[in-house]
């Protein structure tokens, strides 16, 4: 037998070993990593659609919360686990950020993951403690510049989002504050509300209870256009600020894991992201699902990567 044609029958073997397991998959509970605090967005966002395909692939699906270093440390956990398709990870805007913002992230989210798909994208919002006196993005800009070095600010992590959009932000409108990071939205939150930090730039989920209770007032948003949820919170544009940001996040499994098997989970998490149940469920934290297929999520993922290393360099932020 030549060589290319022992190749062959390797490889025919191999698409036949995956179409079997993929016949026999899942046999047992799935855990799916979510590289954020639990009650972040993100973590929300995976419950719910955990809760669509777990009846679609009759077993459960197990969240394991692994926050840190700005989502990097679930990402590192989720890239060395086995490629069989019982390790899923919540991979989002941030990781993608990490690959420029850090030397060493401890893994590459082009070449260490398969995704499976996108879920879906959110606002930020800017957010201040009532109690400051601040009603308008301008107001906090004139007040950073009248107090240079003393204004200070929360986010999820260096490189996270809304630590890039706030510095953009800042940079944009020639003012300057101290970064504060913290392991999550709901912490950013929590230091805004207990006076630590002055103000914080949070996913829409998270930041609009805190809002609508009072406890927050929303400056502006990130998107492109107002949020119906909060419309009468301008966006960053219409406040004289040229920054437009949308996080998003999908879901990848380890590279290596066999075809077959990944599109029987994607099969899984197209299904549940259509469905009424699961669509009105994101919407009401304020998200915009969305459907992909695996080239364009990964697509996303690496746009995401080129716009963090220009957002840095106008920024004038350093990698790590």
Known sequence: MTSRAFKAVLAAAALLCGAAHAQEFPSRPIKWVVPFLPGTSPDLTVRIVAEGMTPLLKQPIVIENKPGAAGNLGAQQAARSPADGYTWVYSSSPMASSMVMYQKPGFDVMKDFTHIGHIAAADSLLVVNPALGINSLKELVEHAKKNPGKMSFASGGVGSPAHLSAEMILNAAGAEAVHVPFKGASESVNAVIGKQVEFAMVIFAVGQQHVQSGKLKALAVSGPK???????????????????????????????????????????????????????????????????????YAAMLKAEIDLTAKMMKAAKIEQQ
């Open 226 to 296: 107002r949020n119906p949820r909060l419309p009468n919170v301008p966006t960053l544009m219409e406040s004289g600020v040229p920054v437009t940001l949308v996080s998003f996040g999908g879901l990848s499994v380890p590279a290596g894991t066999p075809k077959p098997i990944a599109e029987r989970i994607g099969a899984a998490f197209n299904q549940a992201l259509k469905t009424p149940e699961v669509k009105a469920k994101l919407e009401a934290l304020g998200s915009m699902p969305a459907t992909s297929t695996p080239e364009e």
